[in-house]
């Protein structure tokens, strides 16, 4: 799934393609796509794009007559820009959107489709889908501090939980703990005022570190490669590859369809914690994935 990395990067090169651009023709390939059906799809044609921001891991499309295109792309979803007569692969191609100068086309590689628009014709109605997580850059330590202790779960559930912080998945999860130096499985109620502070700096550090990078593998065009395994990363999907930072094979704890991985050294003190009752206890903390973490918020709107 796509995280704050990759839709900022996404939002930037957007920015150059279609910022002050007016949106002309849609084609919705897939209807499922489409999420709200009051304002319709046609009231953002022929409306010039003022801004686009991120809203966790939505990219939002203002429009000068005032609504909003909100673009979740889930798990699969994937955004490419092509010629405005490139051809249409209907089983891929979820939407084109037409600009004067190409087309912006959301695809889905998955057989279920999950990546969605919505349309919303004020604030007000973009915020019923926001699902309130904090964004790092705006609060203090003390403020970061508060809103992970509130509730008492492990810390891999904390980061990925879009109500608590917003635009971290399974991916740079693991990095952000791994690099901390913290265990996974730590409950966020138990940890000390170091091991907080200690993750509160780490975050923007690797967030802005894979975005850089990101951003130079991409160039000028939109990113084409949005996946939660990238051969750099320290931890997430190198199970059975030794470390980076000590050399130990980094271990994994699988449940449901999920899986954290680890390194033993360096955030448990040697333990392996890969076992089926801790299987069981990740998968009571975090029950769902933070995808559907979106989908069960968006469904109470």
Same mark, same amino acid.
């Given at each position: 799934?796509? =995280?704050?990395?990759?839709?900022? &990067?996404? /939002? =930037?090169?957007?920015? $150059?393609? %279609?910022?002050?651009?007016?949106?002309? #023709?849609?084609?919705?390939?897939?209807?499922?796509?489409?999420?709200?059906?009051?304002?319709?799809?046609?009231?953002?044609?022929?409306?010039?794009? @003022?801004?686009?921001? +991120?809203?966790?891991?939505?990219?939002?499309?203002?429009? *000068?007559?005032?609504?909003?295109?909100?673009?979740?792309?889930?798990?699969?979803?994937?955004?490419?820009? +092509?010629?405005?007569?490139?051809?249409?692969?209907?089983?891929?191609?979820?939407?084109?959107?037409?600009?004067?100068?190409?087309?912006?086309?959301?695809?889905? %590689?998955?057989?279920?489709? +999950?990546?969605?628009?919505?349309?919303?014709?004020?604030?007000?109605?973009?915020?019923? /889908? !926001?699902?309130?997580?904090? @964004?790092?850059?705006?609060?203090?330590?003390? =403020?970061?501090? $508060?809103?992970?202790?509130?509730?008492?779960?492990?810390?891999?559930?904390?980061?990925?939980?879009? +109500?608590?912080?917003?635009?971290? *998945?399974?991916?740079?999860?693991?990095?952000?703990?791994?690099?901390?130096?913290?265990?996974?499985?730590?409950?966020?109620? #138990?940890?000390? !005022?170091? =091991? /907080?502070?200690?993750?509160?700096?780490?975050?923007?550090?690797?967030? !802005?570190k894979w975005t850089e990078k990101l951003r130079n593998e991409a160039g000028d065009?939109?990113? #084409? #490669? &949005?996946?939660?395994?990238?051969?750099?990363?320290?931890?997430?999907?190198?199970?059975?590859?030794?470390?980076?930072?000590? *050399?130990?094979?980094?271990?994994?704890?699988?449940?449901?369809?999920?899986?954290?991985?680890?390194?033993?050294?360096?955030?448990?003190?040697?333990?392996?914690?890969? !076992?089926?009752?801790?299987?069981?206890?990740? $998968?009571?903390?975090?029950? $769902?994935?933070? @995808?559907?973490?979106?989908?069960?918020?968006?469904?109470?709107?």
């Open positions: 799934m796509p =995280e704050l990395p990759d839709i900022t &990067v996404y /939002i =930037e090169r957007l920015e $150059k393609l %279609v910022l002050q651009q007016t949106l002309g #023709k849609i084609t919705v390939i897939n209807p499922f796509f489409v999420r709200t059906f009051d304002p319709p799809v046609q009231t953002i044609t022929n409306q010039t794009i @003022e801004t686009i921001k +991120r809203l966790g891991k939505r990219i939002v499309f203002r429009f *000068g007559n005032g609504y909003y295109a909100v673009i979740h792309l889930m798990i699969s979803g994937r955004l490419q820009w +092509r010629r405005p007569d490139g051809k249409i692969n209907r089983k891929l191609d979820l939407a084109l959107f037409d600009f004067p100068e190409g087309r912006l086309v959301v695809t889905e %590689v998955a057989s279920k489709k +999950r990546a969605s628009l919505h349309i919303f014709k004020n604030e007000e109605g973009l915020s019923s /889908i !926001d699902p309130g997580g904090q @964004e790092l850059t705006q609060i203090s330590l003390g =403020e970061f501090k $508060k809103s992970i202790t509130k509730e008492n779960h492990t810390l891999k559930r904390t980061l990925t939980d879009p +109500r608590i912080l917003s635009g971290i *998945g399974n991916a740079y999860s693991d990095e952000i703990v791994h690099a901390a130096k913290l265990s996974p499985i730590l409950q966020t109620q #138990k940890m000390n !005022d170091e =091991e /907080i502070e200690r993750l509160f700096n780490t975050i923007p550090i690797i967030l !802005d065009n939109l990113p #084409k #490669k &949005v996946t939660a395994f990238h051969d750099d990363m320290a931890a997430h999907g190198k199970f059975g590859k030794p470390c980076p930072l000590c *050399g130990t094979t980094i271990q994994r704890i699988r449940y449901a369809s999920n899986e954290t991985n680890y390194c033993p050294a360096c955030q448990t003190n040697g333990k392996l914690l890969a !076992d089926r009752s801790l299987s069981r206890l990740l $998968k009571r903390d975090w029950p $769902k994935t933070a @995808e559907e973490l979106d989908e069960i918020f968006s469904a109470k709107k």
